[in-house]
């Protein structure tokens, strides 16, 4: 819950800090796309550091000291009023290496520390309090971010806010303290990362990442330059944008469990279509949108579509990946996600140039929407289905306008499912 309550207040408002900073749009875009490549690149050694430590808890608590002191310098920056751009990319690098670095870790170590037969239920319980405690974070930012938005003390209040996201992680150390070591650490079989490539007709699960790094490509060419566009062009102050992420976040979280019943009835993959169709045209409303209530209900209808998308890749990943090489799929998926966030980003900034107007907006956002559309012919390669759809929880990483929230999924939040037929 203190972890939850550090991501509703913190690394949420990066962009709109380097905004407030005077920062341009395309380098708030980028500053929300670009570190977490760097995170997921420092991730795909974190297993075998982890083994060197010889605890995944020792591990842990390193890695949430270094997500507390990578608060510091933006904080020191926003009560002196100056911070050059490229240590706000350095520490956000930071921020997102420590939190993709305890990720994968901290996933294995839950599972061998829960026992299987109170984990669906504990989870659950879990989520649903780290989804209060993230609305939590949002409600506090925006009572922060309000009272001093246009003001003179308009950094301060970001200072604020990042001081309490740092504290809050800091109160998380002593519970990771608490928390057992396994007796052992188990092995994982090592999958490189041309995997997904030189297996694409032969094996399902690189299918499915074939069509997830190239939706994502196509998501970030606009998904970024929403921060700057909502506060510069359509003038959203930032408690209303903190409003807006919160609706995309509980649209999200209300649906989830609709969602899970929906994957029952129909299946995954049904789930997956229509996530993906959903996530696909989600941001062409934007080039139109003036108005504060169809701001909200875009968000709405984009958190309900993202979250099916979401769960659907979480099921079929889960189910297509043998569990010896999960550990190191999941590595290389989230090296090549981020890989594709920051490609993504890097084509959506040439296209928005320099000088942005609503024209060059509407022209990323149009381009953005035609390589959804590309992506989605991938979708009929995937074919596979689960035979019981049970919905996985998951952990927030971080909260997004027009995304709900990138979400990890932890493996062992259920029930081990009985095995497939051939």
Same mark, same amino acid.
């Given at each position: 819950?203190?972890?939850?309550?550090?991501?509703?207040?913190?690394?949420?408002?990066?962009?709109?800090?380097?905004?407030?900073?005077?920062?341009?749009?395309?380098?708030?875009?980028?500053?929300?796309?670009?570190?977490?490549?760097?995170?997921?690149?420092?991730?795909?050694?974190? =297993?075998?550091?982890?083994?060197?430590?010889?605890?995944?808890?020792?591990?842990?608590?390193?890695?949430?000291? $270094?997500?507390?002191?990578?608060?510091?310098?933006?904080?020191?920056?926003?009560?002196?009023?100056?911070?050059?751009?490229?240590?706000?990319?350095?520490?956000?690098? +930071?921020?997102?290496?420590?939190?993709?670095?305890?990720?994968?870790?901290?996933?294995?170590?839950?599972? $061998?520390?829960?026992?299987?037969?109170?984990?669906?239920?504990?989870?659950?319980?879990?989520?649903?309090?780290?989804?209060?405690?993230?609305?939590?974070?949002?409600?506090?930012?925006?009572?922060?971010?309000?009272?001093?938005?246009?003001?003179?003390?308009?950094?301060?209040?970001?200072?604020?806010?990042?001081?309490?996201?740092?504290?809050?992680?800091?109160?998380?150390?002593?519970?990771?303290?608490?928390?057992?070591? =396994?007796?052992?650490?188990?092995?994982?079989?090592?999958?490189?990362?041309?995997?997904?490539?030189?297996?694409?007709?032969?094996?399902?699960?690189?299918?499915? +990442?074939?069509?997830?790094?190239?939706?994502?490509?196509?998501?970030?060419?606009?998904?970024?330059?929403?921060?700057?566009?909502?506060?510069?062009? $359509?003038?959203?102050?930032?408690?209303?944008?903190?409003?807006?992420?919160?609706?995309?976040?509980?649209?999200?979280?209300?649906?989830?469990?609709?969602?899970?019943?929906?994957?029952?009835?129909?299946?995954?993959?049904?789930?997956?279509?229509?996530?993906?169709?959903?996530?696909?045209?989600?941001?062409?409303?934007?080039?139109?949108?003036?108005?504060?209530?169809?701001?909200?209900?875009?968000?709405?209808?984009?958190?309900?579509?993202?979250?099916?998308?979401?769960?659907?890749?979480?099921?079929?990943?889960?189910?297509?990946?043998?569990?010896?090489?999960?550990?190191?799929?999941?590595?290389?998926?989230?090296?090549?996600?981020?890989?594709?966030?920051?490609?993504?980003?890097?084509?959506?900034?040439?296209?928005?140039?320099?000088?942005?107007?609503?024209?060059?907006?509407?022209?990323?956002?149009?381009?953005?929407?035609?390589?959804?559309?590309?992506?989605?012919?991938?979708?009929?390669?995937?074919?596979?289905?689960?035979?019981?759809?049970?919905?996985?929880?998951?952990?927030?990483?971080?909260?997004?306008?027009?995304?709900?929230?990138?979400?990890?999924?932890?493996?062992?939040?259920?029930?081990?499912?009985?095995?497939?037929?051939?």
């Amino acid at each position: 819950m203190t972890y939850s309550f550090m991501v509703g207040t913190g690394e949420t408002y990066i962009a709109v800090f380097a905004l407030a900073l005077g920062s341009s749009d395309k380098m708030s875009g980028l500053v929300a796309a670009v570190p977490p490549l760097v995170g997921a690149t420092a991730q795909l050694f974190a =297993p075998a550091l982890a083994a060197r430590v010889k605890s995944p808890s020792r591990w842990i608590r390193g890695c949430a000291t $270094l997500q507390v002191l990578s608060f510091l310098p933006m904080i020191v920056g926003a009560l002196i009023g100056a911070l050059p751009i490229w240590v706000l990319f350095v520490v956000a690098g +930071v921020y997102w290496t420590s939190a993709l670095g305890a990720g994968g870790v901290w996933n294995t170590w839950i599972g $061998l520390t829960m026992p299987s037969r109170i984990r669906p239920r504990y989870f659950g319980i879990r989520s649903r309090l780290c989804q209060a405690s993230i609305l939590a974070g949002l409600i506090v930012a925006a009572v922060i971010l309000k009272p001093t938005h246009g003001t003179k003390w308009e950094l301060w209040g970001f200072a604020a806010l990042f001081a309490i996201a740092a504290t809050a992680r800091g109160m998380s150390i002593p519970y990771l303290k608490r928390q057992r070591d =396994p007796d052992s650490w188990p092995e994982h079989t090592p999958v490189p990362l041309w995997h997904f490539l030189a297996n694409f007709w032969h094996r399902t699960d690189a299918r499915l +990442v074939a069509l997830m790094i190239a939706m994502q490509v196509a998501v970030q060419m606009g998904q970024p330059f929403l921060n700057p566009y909502l506060i510069k062009q $359509l003038d959203v102050s930032p408690a209303w944008y903190v409003a807006l992420i919160a609706t995309s976040f509980a649209a999200k979280s209300l649906a989830l469990p609709f969602l899970g019943m929906y994957a029952k009835r129909n299946g995954a993959r049904s789930l997956l279509a229509l996530g993906a169709i959903g996530t696909a045209a989600m941001i062409v409303p934007w080039i139109f949108a003036d108005w504060m209530p169809e701001m909200f209900a875009i968000q709405a209808v984009s958190g309900v579509a993202q979250g099916a998308w979401e769960l659907a890749t979480f099921l079929l990943f889960l189910e297509t990946i043998p569990s010896e090489e999960r550990t190191s799929i999941m590595s290389g998926f989230y090296f090549l996600n981020s890989l594709a966030m920051a490609g993504g980003s890097l084509v959506g900034a040439w296209l928005l140039g320099n000088l942005p107007t609503h024209d060059s907006y509407a022209l990323v956002f149009g381009v953005s929407t035609g390589m959804r559309m590309v992506a989605l012919m991938l979708l009929p390669f995937v074919h596979t289905e689960v035979l019981k759809a049970i919905p996985i929880i998951s952990s927030t990483l971080a909260v997004r306008i027009n995304a709900g929230s990138i979400e990890s999924p932890i493996p062992d939040s259920i029930a081990n499912r009985p095995p497939q037929s051939k």
